[in-house]
């Protein structure tokens, strides 16, 4: 079955980094698109970036970009999310996903299939 587990959320200081992983089973991981999005407590899911199934396309929220690199680690199956000169508002749960949307629609979440269970990020 489909499975996305995300990892290496954690407490960090500001202007430190973290590195976020989101190891994919159960489906073909090169052929989808793929997001990281964020939601601190009491506010609305926040997409922050998104990258297509081969890697050659990518998108950033503008609070994040020059801050934050989103890649595939294909032989692992793995999606990850560098994180650097982190700050306060950065802080929130972090959900990876996969989908298939077309890419007008790269930048809807809900058009996104496959969710993992998300992993706290705390910069404080």
């Known amino acids: 079955h489909v499975q996305l587990v995300e990892s290496g959320g954690g407490l960090v200081q500001p202007g430190g980094s973290l590195r976020l992983s989101c190891a994919a089973s159960?489906?073909?991981?090169?052929?989808?698109?793929m997001l990281w999005v964020r939601q601190a407590p009491g506010k609305e899911l926040e997409l922050v970036s998104t990258i297509s199934n081969d890697g050659g396309d990518t998108d950033y929220v503008d609070s994040v970009k020059g801050r934050f690199v989103i890649s595939h680690d294909y032989a692992k199956k793995t999606l990850n999310l560098q994180m650097d000169s982190l700050k306060p508002e950065d802080s929130g749960v972090y959900y990876c996903a996969a989908g298939s949307p077309s890419r007008m629609r790269r930048l809807i979440a809900s058009d996104y299939e496959y969710w993992g269970q998300g992993t706290q990020g705390t910069v404080s």
């Open positions: 159960g489906f073909t991981f090169s052929t989808y698109w």
